[in-house]
């Protein structure tokens, strides 16, 4: 079974999480900005034994990915995204998003796995499916864990609300309707982990949150 940990990192406060399973884990959205961040990180995963086998990026803004190229390069581990980053660096690459907003941050690796609509991930005996669903961003990914009961939502889907579509590429009615198409569906106890603020559930979006 899957077990999750999250962390908040970065001025921008994004979640990051560890998801393990028999001392193997995935790094999902690596923001850790400052040094301390870094060491909180690191000595979760050395004080669980845990053997990192991924980087998984829900989608490509800078405040999501601020501490990729240092994790990477630590546990020797690549980057993994949706196809759509391209889109996003033939605009503005992640330097140059962290630029806009006044940061700056060391480039991270390129995806060297571009992962798909219905792909499925192996985390030791478990399984996390990948659900596409641009509008925030053209990557924009969620990870769905059946057995874990749980869906990790990026920045598609947050408690009482959705992902920004101020942003390049974004797109309302493409991100609305992708979350009652591809997420709002699954059963109303999944427990959503999105990419900032408080977890929620399915059920608690479908009753009390005001986009749908």
Known sequence: M?????????????????????????IIDPGCYFDSEYSTLYEFIENNKLAPIGII???FHFDHLM?????AKKYNISLSGHAGYKLLFEHMDVQ???QFF????????LPESELQEGEILSLSNSK??????????????????EEGRFVI????????SVGRTDLYLGDMDLLIGGIKQKLLTLDKEIIVYPGHGDNTTIGKELQNNPFF
Do not use: W
Request: a positive charge; charged letters at 20%; glycine letters at 8%.
């Open 153 to 160: 939502t990026g920045d598609i889907l947050f408690e009482g």
């Open 2 to 26: 899957i077990q999750i940990k999250k962390f908040i990192f970065n001025p921008i406060q994004v979640n990051t999480y560890v998801l393990y399973n028999e001392q193997k884990c995935f």
């Open 67 to 71: 501490g990729c190229a240092r994790v």
């Open 57 to 59: 990026a829900t989608h």
């Open 102 to 109: 006044d940061f700056e941050m060391e480039k991270p690796p």
């Open 96 to 98: 140059k998003q962290a």
């Open 128 to 145: 996390l499916k990948v659900i596409h669903v641009p509008g925030h961003s053209p990557c924009g990914i969620a990870l769905y864990s």
